[in-house]
């Protein structure tokens, strides 16, 4: 069974930093690219990045986290990291980690259908 916990979110200042982490289980990690959502208030789940299977060599972003947010894989701990920095209040929202339900590839990193595995998420919150 396919399980991934995620945790560090929190509440932030604008500006701040925190590293959310994700606990996979039920799989063989390595062979699976792995993404982030994250779900705002009154809004859909919006893709925020992904990294591909493997060592990770490949990352994509959304427009609105380029140059903020990292994406990170440790295939030894089955663990993927999404590291925000320079958070804006429009960043709060509950953040999912995803497996993509393809080994080795992904048809559309971005769309939510294309992952079949889904973590209970964890609150981000940007406020002063």
């Known amino acids: 069974e396919v399980r991934l916990v995620e945790s560090g979110g929190g509440l932030v200042q604008p500006g701040g930093s925190l590293r959310l982490s994700c606990e996979a289980s039920?799989?063989?990690?390595?062979?699976?690219?792995m993404g982030w959502f994250r779900q705002a208030p009154g809004k859909g789940r919006e893709w925020v990045s992904t990294?591909?299977?493997?060592?990770?060599?490949?990352?994509w972003y959304a427009d609105s986290v380029k140059g903020r947010f990292t994406i990170s894989r440790d295939n030894a701990k089955d663990m993927v990291y999404l590291q925000l920095s320079n958070l804006k209040p429009e960043d709060t929202a509950l953040y999912y980690c995803?497996?993509?339900?393809?080994?080795?590839?992904?048809?559309?990193?971005?769309?939510?259908?294309?992952?079949?595995?889904w973590g209970q998420g964890t609150q981000v919150t940007v406020s002063s």
């Open positions: 995803a497996k993509d339900r393809y080994p080795n590839k992904s048809e559309d990193y971005r769309d939510a259908s294309d992952y079949d595995g």
């Open positions: 990294i591909t299977s493997g060592r990770g060599r490949v990352t």
């Open positions: 039920g799989f063989t990690f390595d062979d699976y690219y």
